[in-house]
């Protein structure tokens, strides 16, 4: 539950239809709108450098990017990257590291909101 949404309304609409977030095509204005360029099927450019990212790290990008300033809590955010998977322990600090590490210099920053989620916010 996000609010008053459930997790099913901070979901794309459109990840049923493509099954992957790379291949969506509302994926690459979301990213633009961040400074990050897609260069490949699999690899993300920010000014500084070429990440190789996983689907987990753009589903996370885009949950987060189509809810801005709102903070989504870590179960939703394991719900929406991991459906129907069990996740282990560090999963989510690892996928918040890799979608920082790929973010960092952009217009964008990830906040952690202790204790309830995450957030983006947008850098002026």
């Given at each position: 539950?996000?609010?008053?949404?459930?997790?099913?309304?901070?979901?794309?609409?459109l990840?049923?239809?493509?099954?992957?977030?790379?291949?969506?095509?509302?994926?690459?204005?979301?990213?633009?709108?961040?400074?990050?360029?897609?260069?490949s099927?699999?690899?993300?450019?920010?000014?500084?450098?070429?990440?190789?990212?996983?689907?987990?790290?753009?589903?996370?990008?885009?949950?987060?990017?189509?809810?801005?300033?709102?903070?989504?809590?870590?179960?939703?955010?394991?719900?929406?990257?991991?459906?129907?998977?069990?996740?282990?322990?560090?999963?989510?600090?690892?996928?918040?590291?890799?979608?920082?590490?790929?973010?960092?210099?952009?217009?964008?920053?990830?906040i952690?909101?202790?204790?309830?989620?995450?957030?983006?916010?947008?850098?002026?």
């Amino acid at each position: 539950m996000v609010g008053d949404k459930l997790v099913s309304d901070i979901m794309c609409d459109l990840y049923d239809e493509y099954l992957s977030c790379r291949l969506c095509p509302k994926f690459n204005g979301l990213v633009e709108t961040v400074g990050i360029h897609k260069e490949s099927a699999n690899k993300l450019v920010n000014d500084s450098s070429r990440l190789l990212v996983s689907d987990n790290v753009i589903r996370l990008l885009c949950i987060l990017l189509k809810n801005e300033a709102k903070v989504i809590s870590k179960s939703d955010i394991i719900y929406y990257v991991w459906p129907d998977q069990v996740v282990g322990v560090n999963s989510l600090p690892v996928l918040i590291h890799q979608a920082r590490t790929l973010i960092k210099g952009s217009h964008c920053e990830l906040i952690t909101i202790r204790c309830k989620g995450y957030a983006i916010k947008m850098i002026s």
